[in-house]
């Protein structure tokens, strides 16, 4: 309730709207919210109301407490193209902090009609500092990128790479109107799907900050901590994209058949609109997820090329049909997904390993000069040079 009674004394670019203030609320928050269900809060026509309004102000407030740390933390990112970004997690911000002055008046009034008492002493806005400092302990322990550190490099951009292709299913371009977002959220774009992404990308970072780079954003290898701000920011947008799918989902959209959460649901979207939710939501939060991950898939390679061990393997042609589709197909899902640049050499001709198609064109090469054993060599995607066969010059396998 402290809370509650501080948010309207605030503007939307209120510098007081700080992550101390967001953190006290999503946690008050929570702490009433599950008091509330313990309660019966939740099946009680009285209290169902002003049960919403709280999980509302949780979801909510996590929801900015996650985009007020990207802001506090962008510049130590090292984020390639990022002024639109910031500018539009502004505008981002200030829509959730208004929906947050739009639901404290009403869960005013609905704590004095249920006859919960005020607390005498209020929050001050000593209570919420926004501490901001460029000081810096003494960086004294050596994190540059060691031959150790490079078996990790590469296990960790080759998982990054398969995440994003994982990824493809959801991932877009172009905003979306709103009809178009209706088609795709809860059925295509949803809080369990998003939250699976987002296990995913923590567990990257995760494996990042102890196997590779402790140190902080001013030291050590800056692509490698540049990596590390694609893993971040891509974690806090999904962070921040799973709390409001969750109150979408669960408090705006279909709410239930019963009249009670009809009616209910009607109230909450006068007080959050639920079409500046999901614009908020899909074509910032997710919008930039795709934006990101996009960008960090072209630095995730570059590490790897520059990391990964340079090798050649002589291997035997598949008996009696060569490379037909099904080894093919197998040779090209290993190589996409470790994600190196792998070339299978014959002769003077390369054909990349990573396509069924180029495999398939080799495998002509092979048959027309009734090879028994092929290479496949790593190379750095710089002195990537591939020649294709022309068609007339294929042997059908």
Request: aromatic share 12%.
């Amino acid at each position: 309730m402290k809370c509650i009674l501080y948010i309207p004394g605030l503007s939307s670019n209120e510098v007081r709207f700080t992550q101390k203030f967001y953190s006290t609320l999503a946690s008050s928050s929570t702490l009433l919210e599950d008091f509330l269900d313990y309660h019966g809060a939740k099946n009680n026509k009285n209290w169902y109301l002003f049960r919403e309004l709280t999980a509302g102000m949780r979801h909510i407030g996590l929801a900015s407490n996650f985009q007020k740390h990207i802001s506090n933390r962008l510049r130590y990112y090292d984020l390639p193209d990022s002024a639109d970004f910031e500018r539009e997690g502004e505008e981002s911000l200030r829509f959730l902090n208004q929906c947050l002055q739009k639901m404290a008046p009403v869960a005013l009034n609905e704590a004095q009609r249920l006859g919960i008492r005020f607390p005498e002493a209020r929050f001050q806005d000593a209570d919420f500092p926004s501490i901001q400092t460029t000081d810096l302990l003494e960086y004294d322990i050596d994190d540059e990128n060691r031959n150790q550190q490079k078996q990790h490099i590469v296990k960790i951009a080759s998982e990054f790479l398969n995440l994003v292709k994982n990824f493809d299913q959801i991932k877009f371009y172009e905003r979306y109107s709103h009809q178009e977002v209706l088609g795709i959220v809860p059925d295509k774009v949803n809080e369990v799907e998003v939250r699976r992404y987002e296990m995913l990308v923590h567990n990257l970072q995760s494996s990042f900050d102890t196997y590779v780079i402790h140190g902080g954003f001013r030291f050590g290898n800056r692509k490698l901590k540049q990596l590390r701000g694609f893993f971040s920011v891509v974690f806090h947008l999904l962070q921040m994209v799973g709390r409001l799918l969750h109150f979408y989902e669960r408090h705006l959209h279909e709410a239930g058949y019963k009249n009670t959460y009809k009616r209910i649901q009607d109230e909450l979207a006068t007080v959050v609109t639920p079409a500046q939710l999901l614009d908020c939501t899909i074509n910032y939060g997710l919008y930039y997820v795709c934006h990101f991950l996009t960008l960090g898939k072209e630095h995730a390679r570059m590490i790897l090329n520059e990391n990964i061990e340079r090798g050649r393997i002589r291997v035997g042609v598949p008996q009696k049909l060569g490379f037909h589709a099904r080894p093919s197909l197998l040779v090209a899902k290993i190589v996409q997904y470790y994600g190196g640049q792998v070339e299978l050499v014959i002769g003077d001709d390369r054909f990349d390993a990573s396509s069924v198609l180029d495999i398939q064109w080799a495998g002509g090469k092979i048959q027309k000069e009734n090879l028994k054993e092929v290479v496949f060599e790593e190379m750095p995607a710089r002195s990537r040079t591939l020649r294709f066969l022309p068609p007339s010059t294929m042997v059908k396998t």
